[in-house]
């Protein structure tokens, strides 16, 4: 079955690194994206990785994927209030042509 | 232009009452889609768009009838709905609706209140 799953909530005083986890199930995925919104806004699409990729780094960005695992990572580096946001993990069913979220991670930035 | 614009951003509504929702892209791209996003919770696929051509429906209930009047537009038109429609509405576009890469780009979204 599709379903991907994130811890809720993640708190890190400004500065600090943030890494927010995620699992996955479809191992036909394709593409793996990490999205950002803000309160009252959409999603931003904020990276991806295909899925043979090992990591990608984007500026203060870093996605590991663990393809055996199926695991997924973001990490933000220096992470300031700005940051403050939830962010949703996705993937692409091939079988299914659609993307499918995770339940999003609260990230709360304390100054 | 790398937006998607909605309007409007919040609307309350009759359950008798008939609205629309818009949405506008001017990026080129060929699928736009409808999400509804209900709070705390991830955004869920309603309807997707290629080419201007209804490519998928997810079992939604007809109160909701979407349109696609052109590549560029993306309506979705709302009657008799129920309290339990009240959610965020989000437009999405992506380059192509394709079996691999769906890089979505979305619109900051209705706010539909159903009284």
């Known amino acids: 079955g599709e379903d991907v799953e994130q811890s809720l909530f993640l708190s890190v005083r400004e500065g600090d690194s943030s890494v927010i986890n995620c699992t996955y199930t479809?191992?036909?995925?394709?593409?793996l994206y990490w999205y950002k919104q803000e309160p009252g806004a959409g999603l931003q699409l904020l990276t991806y990785?295909?899925?043979?990729?090992d990591m990608k780094q984007d500026q203060r960005l870093t996605v590991l994927l663990n393809k055996k695992d199926k695991h997924l990572s973001l990490r933000i580096a220096d992470t300031q209030t700005g940051d403050s946001a939830i962010y949703f993990c996705?993937?692409?069913?091939?079988?299914?042509?659609?993307?499918?979220f995770g339940a999003g991670t609260r990230l709360f930035v304390k100054a | 232009d790398t937006e998607v614009t909605q309007t409007p951003k919040h609307l309350v509504m009759g359950m008798t009452n008939k609205k629309s929702l818009k949405c506008e892209q001017h990026?080129?791209?060929?699928?736009m889609y409808w999400y509804k996003q209900k709070a705390k919770k991830p955004p869920e696929l309603m309807f997707v768009?290629?080419?201007?051509?209804?490519?998928i429906n997810e079992s939604v209930p007809s109160r909701f009838s979407p349109e696609c009047p052109n590549s560029s537009l993306l309506n979705l038109h709302l009657h008799a709905l129920q309290p339990e429609d009240s959610a965020l509405y989000l437009c999405?576009?992506?380059?192509?609706?394709?079996?691999?890469?769906?890089?979505?780009?979305f619109g900051s979204g209705t706010q539909l209140s159903v009284l």
């Open positions: 999405a576009s992506s380059q192509e609706y394709s079996n691999s890469n769906e890089k979505l780009f």
């Open positions: 479809d191992s036909s995925s394709t593409y």
């Open positions: 990785i295909f899925s043979n990729m």
């Open positions: 996705a993937e692409f069913v091939t079988g299914g042509f659609k993307t499918i």
């Open positions: 990026m080129g791209h060929r699928a």
């Open positions: 768009y290629s080419y201007e051509k209804l490519s």
